[in-house]
């Protein structure tokens, strides 16, 4: 394969060799399906298990309050709209910096979205007085643990707080996708009752999500059938991807302390060697505020498109945090409310860094990075 630097962690990572080997059996002899009742299938279960335990004890939850799903995308919407579904619409409230995957299913019923600050965050005095306000019962109040774009952080402890004195019923969920390689999710899951998680984004396969659910709260399940997973997610579980899941998350937790320095370090280098060569650029977030895995700039006088391209030609995996499904961008509805102005977010880069990060790719990057964003400015000149 040709030689190239990925520094898209965010989006996906790639799969943890020892996640692999965890699954590769499941592909082969051990194929049953967990549910059925002979020697194999009693195997098969076994293995469900065991990934159940290790995943609850790593989230600091119970192994019946874990519901394996298919990604990230329906453990939140699985949450959202099985609480919905039993109070009315209009009930569902998340901060204006959440990923799609709650922002539209909230917007879509009706639910209302409460502004964030200059970093991100969701700003605490809107969401109480908007709490406050509400009219009908709240249902479910949706904060992400880390923003996928700019890797702010939130204070989710100060969250609950305000979720736990203006709305005493309502289940308050966090879409942690991006925070298992960076935060502890024992923590997280004690301020809040339910927690999204992706297996892709810290070393796992595609195709498994994890949710958790605090007991006491039910949910009207968004797939019905068989009764997997309590009744709660029906379909044959993916047996091989949650065991391989599970031995990722292992890893992540294992390893994270030792990740978090190394990638900051490795974060650190890559902002000191741009702000360097390049002027007129300026990070969106104080990176002390943000996940060490996430670098989000602002490059003046560049296009996103054009230098996710130019980059894309000398190896170098980026993102402007915007692309949707067709690879076609739009504006960052994260940028836009966080009021970062229309021509500042046309420069939009994020660099994302993980587990096979190295410094030859942070030099690299500096390098190619540097020389693209000079070639867009000659060019810029001249026409
Ligand atoms: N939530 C956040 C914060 C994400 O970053 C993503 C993926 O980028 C998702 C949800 C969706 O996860 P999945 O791709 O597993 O559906």
Redesign the pocket.
């Known amino acids: 394969m040709e030689s190239f630097t990925y520094l898209d962690h965010?989006?996906?990572t790639p799969m943890r060799a020892s996640a692999i080997e965890a699954m590769t059996p499941y592909l082969s002899q051990c194929f049953a399906n967990p549910s059925g009742s002979h020697r194999f299938a009693r195997q098969a279960r076994q293995a469900l298990d065991e990934a159940r335990d290790l995943v609850a004890d790593l989230c600091g939850v119970r192994p019946g309050e874990v519901i394996f799903t298919s990604?990230?995308?329906?453990?939140?919407t699985t949450v959202l709209m099985g609480a919905a579904a039993q109070v009315l619409p209009g009930s569902l409230v998340c901060s204006a910096a959440?990923?799609?995957?709650?922002l539209d299913p909230i917007q879509h019923h009706g639910g209302c979205v409460v502004g964030v600050d200059g970093t991100g965050q969701i700003d605490l005095d809107a969401l109480s007085a908007t709490l406050e306000q509400l009219t009908s019962p709240v249902s479910v109040v949706s904060v992400?643990a880390?923003?996928?774009e700019v890797g702010r952080v939130t204070d989710l402890a100060r969250v609950a707080e305000v979720v736990r004195r203006k709305a005493p019923g309502a289940l308050l969920h966090s879409?942690a996708?991006?925070a298992a390689c960076w935060q502890d999710l024992r923590e997280i899951t004690a301020s809040v009752d339910s927690i999204?998680l992706?297996?892709?984004?810290f070393g796992g396969p595609?195709g498994v999500?994890i949710l958790t659910l605090r007991e006491g709260f039910t949910l009207r399940p968004l797939l019905r059938g068989g009764g997997q997973e309590r009744d709660r997610r029906s379909g044959t579980h993916n047996l091989a991807g949650i065991v391989a899941t599970a031995e990722a998350l292992r890893a992540t937790v294992a390893e994270r302390d030792h990740e978090i320095s190394r990638v900051r370090a490795l974060r650190d280098r890559l902002l000191n060697g741009v702000r360097h060569q390049i002027t007129g650029l300026c990070t969106t977030v104080d990176p002390a505020l943000s996940v060490p895995g996430i670098l989000h700039l602002c490059v003046e006088g560049v296009e996103s498109e054009s230098l996710l391209f130019l980059l894309d030609q000398a190896g170098v995996c980026a993102s402007a945090a915007s692309a949707c499904a067709s690879g076609a961008m739009e504006p960052s509805h994260v940028l836009a409310a966080m009021g970062v102005e229309p021509e500042r977010a046309r420069g939009a880069l994020r660099l994302s860094l993980g587990h096979t990060s190295t410094e030859a790719d942070i030099d690299r990057a500096v390098t190619v990075l540097t020389e693209s964003v000079a070639r867009l400015r000659q060019k810029r000149v001249r026409t």
Do not use: I, L, P
């Open positions: 965010a989006a996906t990604c990230g995308t329906e453990s939140d959440e990923h799609h995957a709650v992400m880390v923003n996928n879409d996708v991006q999204s992706s297996a892709h984004k595609k999500g």
